[in-house]
């Protein structure tokens, strides 16, 4: 059987919702360094003055790689009950890098963070917003509101620039430790300290998050968006999967239940270990993909093992890895490995040749290349698996 050359937007439709595609699909998650780095600018030019912005040079970088496109900057704007003032500041222009306050401007007062810069590499937070959980908590709240109606001009006009190129994504962050990280000064320590000093708290927050993250996903269905991404990096890394259970479980299971109802293709993102919770989402929701299943030791994952005990309720997209690999190998290795994902997740089709999370901002051009060509040259549906193994075997023997 042959099958008609799709586009990169149907390709990847096809193959995360379980389908066989014309081929196996190369979308390496670059969503950030590579595309800073193709602009030539320095970084915060696009982070801090969006010049161009983020989504842009994304796009860029997938006409110039010619990959298939995964849009992670997709969302709707929403408006909520009390307005919060976000007010940014550039509060120090070096040669190095360039330092950004924000302030949060709530009515029962201000929360402020810093961020950094650097002119080569992504922004960091040094300074996060909440000092003291107890005391902030009163402001914090309104930064986790409901929202009570949405505008989507912008995500109309990213999925216009993106057209046919790969899928367009809502993002959605759920609630959990490996996200509040961020915004807890003392990182993740501060976060689990406050989980036990201040449970009650704690629950409140939760609560309010997933009654944050459940209204856009509604908002998302009644707008007929594309599809909808679940955030959680270090889901299971940063909080143990007991604490993943209760704090973010219970939002996948509603979001995924509502993107089902609507026929909105959902996938979920977390790096680092990550196999209980593809086998829990794969028994207890309506997730459609998950990604980037990194192989140990940065995750847990085995492609082939994952493939058969899941790869009947989920697709998968994934695993080159980010260093070893798709860094600092040579494009003979990236090849090597694309071919073994291909042989190992992508007969039957559900799956998307991928990275792990974020390709390093030195990545070299001949692998992003290499991986692309592996799947021209061998991921055309139906594979041929003879083929496919006798280039496994010749890589192997030419790498030693």
Known sequence: MKFSEMTGKERMLCALTGGIPDRVPAAPDFSNMIPCQKTGKPYWEIYFNANPTLWQAYIDAVDYFGTDAWFVYGGLEFTYPVPVEVRSQIVERGERRWTARNTFVTPAGELTELMVAPKADAPTMVEKRIKDFKEDFSKLRYLYQTPVSYDATLYKRQAEALGDRGLMTSCI?????????????????????????????????????????????????????????????????????????????????????????????????????????????????????????????????????????????????????????MLFGSPELVRLRALECIRDAGQGGGFVLSTGDQCGRDTPDANVFAMVEAVKEFGTYPLNMPAIEAEISRLKALLG
């Open 173 to 325: 962050i759920t609630p959990g430790l490996q996200f509040y990280v961020d915004v807890f000064e003392g990182n993740l320590e501060a976060a689990t300290f406050a989980l036990y000093d201040e449970p009650e708290l704690m629950e409140e927050l939760r609560q309010l998050d997933h009654q944050r993250c459940v209204k856009m996903a509604e908002m998302n269905a009644e707008a007929g968006v594309e599809s909808v991404l679940i955030g959680g990096s270090g889901s299971i890394t940063m909080q143990g999967p007991d604490l993943w259970r209760y704090f973010s479980l219970p939002t996948i299971k509603e979001i995924t239940r509502i993107c089902k109802q609507a026929g909105i293709p959902v996938g979920l993102h977390s790096c680092g270990k990550q196999r209980y919770l593809i086998d829990t989402v794969a028994a207890e929701t309506d997730l459609n993909y998950v990604h980037p299943l990194e192989i140990p030791p940065m995750g847990d994952c085995v492609l082939a093992d994952v493939k058969q005990a899941v790869g009947h309720k989920l697709a998968l997209m994934g695993n080159l890895h980010t260093t070893e690999t």
